[in-house]
């Protein structure tokens, strides 16, 4: 049986067990699609990464499985990604700390700022669409956590996300999620509500819970697509605007407290980042 090199790291984290946990695997020699996806529904983290040998133009190349099948683009794997491949000395930053990480989503540009004790990453989303769909019936619980005015949106930059914004963040995180409702929802299942912060003093300005019983997870702790997708909402509706950043915070409800940096920059392009610990260095066999 081989013995391929693993880490489980905290992503989006300045405390280790803060943040989302993700699975590493770092050889990933000889490992098909279908044996990928056994070895994240073995770990059964919301996503695992496999690294593989990169294309031309690409610093490094990952795959990206949730326990219930792959997905194009994530970002807490990207960001994970890229700290991993520079602290194994897979990829190196050039002098302007950039990488580009090759993923099924395509070829996505990386910064890289700090040294081992302190790391930022920063990942471009894939660009954001929103979909047209036919209106959803929402569950009683999600209408009446709805702003007033407002229904769910599809959005996507790699995986589909449903968007809804919630009244306040008081009643977002008092919310108890309808998942079988959730998981019934077009676009495999998933949904993110955000709310802007109730008060200027807490240090972030939007509260985030995002919801994919339909991928396998139920409530995940930190979602950079989610949050990536969150940007590009406020960006269309005029509250977010090139060259502005934000903090959200993410995953209190369920005993964590990760923060995600949003950034748009100045072409309106969105970039996520956050720091990344390291809890698990070890091997798997498989």
Request: glycine letters at 12%; proline letters at 7%; hydrophobic letters at 45%.
């Amino acid at each position: 049986m081989p013995t391929r090199r693993y880490l489980q790291l905290d992503v989006f984290s300045a405390r280790a067990g803060a943040g989302n946990a993700l699975g590493v695997i770092v050889d990933s020699d000889g490992l098909d699609s279908q044996g990928m996806q056994a070895i994240a529904a073995w770990l059964n983290l919301s996503e695992t990464i496999f690294f593989l040998p990169a294309d031309e133009g690409a610093s490094y190349h990952i795959r990206i499985f949730t326990p219930k099948g792959e997905l194009p683009f994530a970002g807490h794997p990207s960001v994970g990604a890229a700290w991993a491949a520079v602290e194994l000395g897979l990829a190196t930053p050039d002098d302007e700390g950039r990488l580009v990480q090759q993923c099924a989503a395509g070829l996505l540009p990386v910064h890289v700022q700090g040294g081992r004790w302190f790391r930022q990453i920063r990942v471009r989303s894939p660009k954001a669409e929103r979909r047209e769909m036919a209106p959803v019936e929402l569950p009683e619980g999600l209408a009446a956590l709805a702003r007033p005015g407002q229904s769910p949106a599809l959005w996507n930059n790699g995986p589909d996300w449903w968007l809804l914004e919630a009244g306040s963040e008081a009643a977002l995180r008092r919310y108890k999620p309808e998942l079988t409702a959730i998981g019934a929802l077009p676009g495999r299942g998933k949904l993110a509500v955000f709310a802007p912060a109730d008060r200027p003093d807490v240090g972030y300005q939007y509260a985030v819970r995002a919801f994919a019983p339909g991928v396998g997870v139920n409530e995940d702790p930190v979602t950079g697509s989610a949050n990536a997708l969150v940007a590009a909402h406020l960006l269309l509706e005029g509250r977010l605007k090139p060259g502005e950043q934000y903090l959200a915070s993410q995953g209190r409800e369920l005993g964590r407290n990760g923060e995600v940096r949003v950034q748009v920059d100045a072409d309106a392009q969105i970039w996520i980042g956050g720091e990344v610990q390291q809890v698990i260095s070890g091997q798997i066999e498989w």
